[in-house]
């Protein structure tokens, strides 16, 4: 029996704004506990919330950039739960009129674009964060992190595999972080992601049975996650068994999820309209200000990559997958650097070194990038030594010229230089040569290598090549 993978996700991003969606509370990671709370905050009787307009805006933004429908009315709602990090024993959220409405993104999984639905996107605010004691059995609370505000950005069940899941999820990503209205930094929680996930026969429309998975906070563990739990239902599927609605986390220690409680639906939150809150009105005048104001998304940048500096796909895809990254190459550029010659450097040597690191936390400026392919297009140094000296660079912030004449690795492209040398490696491998006069004419790069170690790489390749050409040859 074949099955067909049905999964969709909700993703929460918290808003970058100054202070936290209903108070005038910052809105910062890392404070001491319970250092960033008020009465509002706190859920404390009589206290009543002020909605964020920074907040609507960039949830508008994020309903823009998805080409989904902006509700003009829309509302806030209680939904009920009790659970010791939300201090109101309920969280202040939207459900049946969000502020965004059905929107899709398109999406490349191996080689093919597909779009993915987007149900819906709504604000709400956040919950404390429970801190567990390692050595005793105690918990604590902080509460900073309520009220943050988020949006909720939820998909439609279009996803066929995980490496699809995985390719949304980055795309969200991404254009949140172009739109600059979230950090997206998972190891903060400041993006997260839910995934429900079913298994159905083949040739049927019916859904299966979903489990909801949490814990999940980078992209690999999405992709581990799901493809385990996607091995986990068909098991029990064959072996004739059920599969359970429940919420799982994954456990990235052991490689596996585990079940953490049953699957709540939505009549379990009990919602109703926040009776604190009025109703929100959005201005057309607003929505178009607001589009007029909207950055250049990562699919636009890519087209532009493409056309305006003669990329491949490939290398605009990667270069325009982070904004800080596709910035950093239009930096070397716009400083002098050969737009395809600066994107192999950023690819291979740059990203290498940093490791999966943002390119954020690189100490070497794009300004300074440009000057070592420069040094390297113009003969200065060879490829090689080039790899050397960006090396120093990033260890030493020094720009490419200081660190080539510091460490005296110009290359050697003196031809008089180079010919004694070429004329004397010749006379003590007489042998090669008559082998490459034969018309082993591989054994040039023998020869090339002699006078490199002759001198300690810094010969001119090119110029090497043509002086030992014409003395093998007689000339």
């Known amino acids: 029996m074949e099955f067909e993978t049905i999964i969709g996700l909700e993703i929460h991003a918290q808003l970058s704004t100054k202070t936290k969606i209903f108070c005038g509370c910052k809105n910062a990671f890392g404070g001491a506990p319970n250092s960033q709370t008020c009465p509002v905050c706190l859920g404390l009787p009589g206290a009543l919330p002020v909605l964020n307009k920074t907040a609507v805006e960039y949830a508008v933004r994020m309903g823009l950039a998805t080409n989904a429908v902006i ?32 929107g899709h993104i398109e999406i490349e999984v191996g080689g093919q674009t597909k779009s993915i639905g987007i149900t819906r996107i709504h604000l ?72 429900n996930i079913s298994l159905r026969s083949l040739g049927t429309t019916e859904l299966g049975i979903r489990t909801e998975l949490k814990n999940m906070n980078s992209f690999k563990h999405v992709q581990n996650a799901l493809e385990y739990e996607v091995r986990r239902q068909r098991d029990l599927l064959l072996d004739g068994e059920k599969v359970i609605q429940e919420t799982l986390l994954w456990n990235p220690e052991k490689n596996r999820t585990e079940s953490m409680r049953g699957k709540e639906d939505a009549h379990d939150y009990r919602y109703f309209p926040c009776p604190d809150l009025v109703m929100v009105e959005i201005s057309a005048e607003w929505i178009e200000e607001i589009r007029a104001s909207l950055p250049e998304l990562p699919d636009a940048r890519r087209t532009r990559f493409i056309s305006q500096y003669g990329l491949p796909l490939d290398d605009a895809t990667l270069l325009t997958s982070e904004r800080e990254l596709a910035d950093y190459f239009e930096a070397a550029v716009a400083a002098g650097a050969a737009a395809k010659k600066a994107a ?56 490419a010229q200081a660190v080539v004449a510091r460490k005296n690795l110009a290359q050697v492209s003196d031809s008089g230089e180079l010919l004694a040398m070429v004329q004397e490696i010749v006379a003590a491998n007489q042998s090669q040569a008559e082998d490459f006069r034969a018309g ?21 390749p090119k110029l090497a090549n043509e002086l030992f050409s014409q003395v093998l040859a007689g000339k």
């Open 71 to 102: 509700n003009k009315s829309n509302q806030f709602a209680r939904k009920n739960y009790f659970y010791p990090d939300l201090p109101k024993n309920y969280q202040t959220s939207q459900f049946d009129l969000p502020i965004v409405g059905r």
């Open 124 to 195: 709400e605010e956040d919950a404390g964060k429970l801190i567990h004691d390692e050595r005793e059995p105690l918990s604590y609370i902080d509460l900073n992190r309520t009220g943050t505000p988020l949006v909720e950005i939820v998909s439609e069940p279009d996803m066929r595999s995980p490496a699809e899941a995985c390719a949304y999820l980055k795309k969200i990503h991404a254009i949140l972080r172009y739109l600059d209205i979230c950090d997206g930094n998972m190891q903060e929680g400041s993006f997260r992601c839910d995934a």
């Open 344 to 399: 192999n450097w950023i690819m291979t040597e740059l990203l290498r070194e940093l490791k999966g690191e943002s390119i954020a936390a690189c100490r070497m400026r794009p300004e300074q990038l440009a000057g070592l392919v420069n040094l390297v297009e113009a003969g200065t140094i060879s490829g090689k030594i080039g790899k050397t000296v960006f090396l120093d660079m990033l260890a030493t912030g020094d720009e």
């Open 440 to 460: 082993k004419t591989k054994l040039m790069g023998y020869f090339v290598g002699q006078l490199m170690q002759k001198t300690k790489g810094q010969a001119n």
